[in-house]
């Protein structure tokens, strides 16, 4: 080994090592930074999928609503029913409201009594645990004068990531109203339904359906 020859000192390695951190740190912070972006980008567009999916399929169904003068009888039972409900008081306050209606939008099942005609609804349910509300669907398939609008069908969960529904009605599109009965309407239908939607995101969506008049 050459006399002049010689190792690292301690302020070298030390000095290195400290580099070697340094470069470490920024790295690992340029990923996180990364990955957070990515992180929120995703909820995002999982937000948007989720309203955009709920406010097609609730505005279609709307579009298409279909009820019979209350008046007529021999009838199967038909209904546009929405039903203003609030959550909370004050500032807190959030729209909880509930939507049924009779729709032309069935896909008949194969080998079934169904018509292109069934009724579904919207409505919130409080979680078991009482931590907060579900979205909730009710769909009857088969209508019969046997079983009254309104009742019976089959309910299930659809998210809990809904903190507010409103709904509003309007025959003109000037006054609105944050209810709607067919039973008490000259015409069941209302003209313009408007649709608000806020999700736990804070984001909010709103959109305004036409309903055809059959």
Do not use: C
């Not at 009888?73 to 009779?102: C, Q, Y």
């Amino acid at each position: 080994m050459s006399r002049n020859s010689r190792g690292f000192t301690l302020i070298e390695v030390l000095l290195a090592v400290s580099i070697l951190a340094f470069i470490v740190s920024v790295v690992y912070m340029s990923f996180s930074t990364t990955g957070r972006s990515v992180e929120q980008a995703e909820a995002i567009r999982d937000s948007t999928d989720l309203a955009r999916t709920l406010l097609i399929k609730m505005s279609d169904e709307i579009a298409n609503a279909y009820v019979v003068p209350y008046n007529t009888t021999n009838v199967i039972p038909t209904i546009f029913f929405g039903k203003k409900d609030d959550v909370g008081t004050g500032n807190e306050a959030l729209r909880h409201d509930s939507l049924s209606l009779t729709t032309l939008t069935n896909w008949r099942r194969f080998n079934s009594k169904e018509t292109d005609l069934w009724e579904v609804g919207y409505f919130f349910k409080e979680k078991a645990d009482g931590t907060g509300y579900v979205l909730m669907r009710r769909e009857k398939r088969e209508l019969s004068k046997d079983v009254p609008a309104l009742e019976g069908g089959i309910e299930y969960e659809i998210t809990d990531k809904v903190v507010s529904l409103q709904f509003r009605y309007s025959s003109d599109g000037t006054t609105w109203y944050d209810e709607w009965d067919s039973k008490t309407k000259s015409n069941p239908y209302p003209r313009i339904v408007e649709l608000g939607l806020k999700l736990e995101s804070e984001e909010t969506y709103t959109m305004r359906v036409g309903v055809r008049q059959f």
